[in-house]
Nanobody, 117 residues
Framework: VQFVESGGGLVQPGGSLRLSCATS????????MNWHRQAPGKERELVAGISSAGAVTNYADSVKGRFTVSRNSAKKTVYLQMNNLKAEDTAVYYC???????????WGQGTQVTVSS
């Protein structure tokens, strides 16, 4: 099982980024996928999730209306579109696979997002 994240970088406040998490080695369509983030000195937090079929999404209150999670089954990839970025969105972003019992059993290596002027 492998996750490869990309799309992070440095962006000014109010800007946008699109993160990608390309997966391989498992049946992508069977799993809920999530994005988490961890800022320096803070605990890792759940940012967004998308159900196996893509019909259900959920977001942390801090990103609702600004971030959109999606997935492409043919490419086995999950995305996080981030708009109107704020300094407090600065963190390392990770994608994760969620098991049937709610636990996260596989993580990507993370991609750094820095929002600064």
């Amino acid at each position: 099982v492998q996750f490869v994240e990309s799309g992070g970088g440095l962006v000014q406040p109010g800007g946008s980024l699109r993160l990608s998490c390309a997966t391989s080695g498992f049946t992508f369509n069977l799993y809920t996928m999530n994005w988490h983030r961890q800022a320096p000195g803070k605990e890792r937090e759940l940012v967004a999730g998308i159900s196996s079929a893509g019909a259900v999404t959920n977001y942390a209150d801090s990103v609702k209306g600004r971030f959109t999670v999606s997935r492409n089954s043919a490419k086995k990839t999950v995305y996080l579109q981030m708009n109107n970025l704020k300094a407090e969105d600065t963190a390392v972003y990770y994608c994760a696979r969620q098991r049937w019992d709610g636990r996260y059993d596989t993580w990507g290596q993370g991609t750094q997002v820095t929002v600064s002027s």
